[in-house]
């Protein structure tokens, strides 16, 4: 299982990105994902949760985004997406989706996959 983030880029403070992270398979099916998250990584730092999606749909986010970010899910594409708005300077990292745990079904066979992470897309604001 892959996924893939796309939607980064570079726009002024204040201004709003949607970022996407879809999962795929080469071949077989995924039949379910358990939690998908975004974190970010800014030079220096540590990687950061900045937002969390449960299966059941419920959504976690830390108070240094909460009420810009949202994140959601399309589960008949395999894909959450983050919507940023009021986008400030700090927001500027390398943002990476992730998943705890995917269950595929490959020439029949069916298995886990664990701690997943898509390939980072740059998220730069300017002040």
């Known amino acids: 299982v892959q996924l893939q983030a796309s939607g980064g880029g570079l726009v002024q403070a204040g201004g709003s990105l949607r970022l996407s992270c879809a999962a795929s398979?080469?071949?077989?099916?995924?039949?379910?994902?358990?939690?998908m998250a975004w974190y970010r990584q800014s030079p220096g730092k540590e990687r950061e949760l900045v937002a969390q999606?449960?299966?059941?749909?419920?959504?976690n986010y830390p108070d240094s985004v909460k009420g810009r970010f949202t994140m959601s899910k399309d589960n008949s594409e395999n894909t959450v997406y983050l919507q940023m708005n009021n986008l400030k300077p700090e927001d500027t990292a390398v943002y990476y989706c992730?998943?705890?745990?995917?269950?595929?079904?490959?020439?029949?066979?069916?298995?886990?996959?664990?701690?997943?992470w898509g390939q980072g897309t740059q998220v730069t604001v300017s002040s």
């Open positions: 992730n998943a705890d745990r995917v269950f595929r079904v490959v020439g029949g066979v069916g298995a886990y996959e664990s701690m997943l």
């Open positions: 398979l080469a071949s077989g099916n995924i039949l379910s994902i358990g939690t």
């Open positions: 999606i449960i299966s059941g749909g419920t959504t």
